[in-house]
């Protein structure tokens, strides 16, 4: 049947999109001042209607993202990138969806036009006469207070479109929009330099979790994903100080990018003895520190981005396991469980940082593609985060998708697939994380592992069954194909 053809995925998926984005003019996050008529907050009724129709569309996204994974694993041959255009330029135009980040962006480049300290106090010392004020009074919650712990290069990029659009929020998150289809961008680019082929952009890129969060919530995890796995990439191809250079600027928009450096130290010591140990452990470091401390002084913000890297973890998220286990033991424990808490927050960062190093190592002795060793260190990082969003589930998964052509096809892939069909739900398009998305999450992460379990794509298995030994440095590989353009289509 044509529904459940390439095509009729493809034109499902639009349309499940194009609801999505309508859907947004009516439930998305709006802003509280400044949303001109289309994207004013409306009465209940259109909101709630709002809210289904969005619900509704990304289901219709996630079910034929699926599909056209099934068929592209059995062989068929399409136009992912032209799925991707398809699925994209509905979202172009929409309000901010399903997160009000964008507004604190905003609203912290603006504190830097200002002459604010931005690393010290949160977008609420916007005045009203300020530039961003109107973005300053949509910031959820807690962050109004929150100083920025993203990085000066990333303040640095928010505070030009500031300026470009004088602090009016939706001309000014339009050009936030750009920046996030430049980063998708890059990603694309980056995958397709490590050989994946279409079922690799279909994790990586048309993955929704990534499509509704970067794209339509313009969260700048994209673009640390891009410039990480873009400096990565020309690290495999013998250009490390270049490669170094990257991850530097994409450190200086999140901070958990660093870890890439590790992997890029490991290809750059790999053959060298003690010396080469010694190169791949300081030098990568100290050409992205330069870039970091260069980053710090144009930006005029000074090095106040060390001391907030924690201040997420203050907040609550129901999807971190090491705060909801320490909360939990801490109730039990004492009278104020906030000491039991951080106690195994910090430990689970410290295991975090042990599975990172052993997956370094195992790259460094040619045991492990250390392209897959980054992408499993950030799903680990994720898991063990005092602080985790849906979205940071991308910061492992797009690595993950990347590694190799066939890679998205084994078990461990499609189990990330899963997760981010499942993590699309608990959000709603408002930014709100009501107990039902939670339940509509669980629901679809249940069927999905039941999906993955009688219907493996690659039989048993894992990601490193299918995934080169290691990567070496030099002239740039040979591009490999992916599986799918190997074998005649349906």
């Known amino acids: 049947m044509w529904v459940f053809s390439a095509s009729g995925c493809r034109w499902f998926g639009t349309a499940g999109s194009l609801a999505v984005a309508v859907g947004g003019y009516a439930a998305g996050t709006l802003p ?24 509704l569309g990304l289901t219709l996204l996630v079910a034929a993202w699926w599909r056209y994974g099934v068929l592209l694993a059995r062989g068929l041959r399409d136009g992912v990138l032209a799925t991707l255009a398809c699925w994209t330029v509905p979202l172009l135009l929409a309000p901010p969806l399903h997160s009000a980040d964008v507004y604190s962006y ?16 949160g977008p609420s010392v916007l ?24 990085g000066p290069a990333f303040l640095l990029l928010a505070a030009g479109v500031v300026k ?37 952009l279909w994790l990586a890129a048309l993955n929704p979790l990534l499509l509704v969060h970067v794209v339509g919530g313009m969260h700048n995890d994209g673009l640390m994903i891009g410039l990480m796995l873009g400096g990565v990439l020309l690290a495999t191809r013998g250009r490390w100080v270049l490669g170094s250079v990257l991850v530097g600027f994409a450190m200086m928009v999140k901070s958990p990018a660093a870890v890439a450096l590790l992997f890029i130290g490991a290809l ?33 913000t000074g090095f106040g981005w060390l001391r907030t890297q924690s201040v997420a973890a203050a907040i609550h998220t ?74 940071y589930l991308l910061w492992g998964t797009v690595a993950v998708a990347a590694v190799a052509a066939v890679a998205w096809r084994s078990r461990a892939g ?68 992916d599986s799918a353009d190997l074998r005649p289509p349906d």
């Open 414 to 481: 499609q189990v990330l697939a899963v997760l981010s069909a499942a993590l699309v739900y608990e959000t709603q398009p408002s930014g709100h994380t009501p107990w039902y998305g939670f339940v509509l999450a669980g629901a679809v992460l249940v069927a999905g592992l039941v999906w993955v379990r009688r219907e493996p794509w690659v039989s048993g298995g894992t990601v490193a069954d299918v995934v080169p030994p290691q990567r070496t440095r030099g002239p740039r590989p040979a591009v490999a194909r």
């Open 268 to 300: 750059l010591a790999r053959g060298g003895g003690v010396r080469g140990l010694l190169k791949g452990l300081v030098l990568p470091g100290a050409v992205a520190g330069a870039v970091a401390a260069g980053a710090s002084v144009l930006a005029g």
């Open 127 to 150: 005045g009203p006469g300020d530039l961003g004020a109107d973005a300053a009074a949509s910031v959820g919650g807690n962050w109004t207070h929150t100083p920025a712990p993203y």
């Open 32 to 55: 509280v001042l400044g949303g001109g008529p289309l994207w004013e907050p409306r009465g209940s009724a259109v909101e709630v209607a709002g809210a289904v129709l969005a619900t």
């Open 318 to 391: 129901p999807l971190s396991l090491t705060s909801d286990l320490g909360l939990g033991l801490g109730l039990l424990a004492a009278d104020d469980p906030d000491p039991v808490k951080a106690l195994v927050q910090k430990l689970g960062l410290l295991a975090a940082l042990a599975i990172i190093a052993a997956l370094a190592w195992r790259a460094y002795r040619g045991r492990l593609d250390p392209v897959l060793g980054l992408g499993l260190s950030l799903v680990a990082l994720v898991a063990l985060s005092p602080m985790v969003q849906p979205w």
């Open 164 to 200: 470009l659009t004088g602090g009016a929020v939706v001309p000014a998150v339009l050009g936030l929009r750009l920046v996030a289809l430049g980063a998708l961008a890059l990603i694309v680019w980056a995958v397709r330099g490590f050989g994946g082929g279409g079922g690799a």
């Open 106 to 121: 905003i609203a912290q480049g603006a504190m830097v036009l200002e002459g604010h300290d931005v690393y010290g106090a």
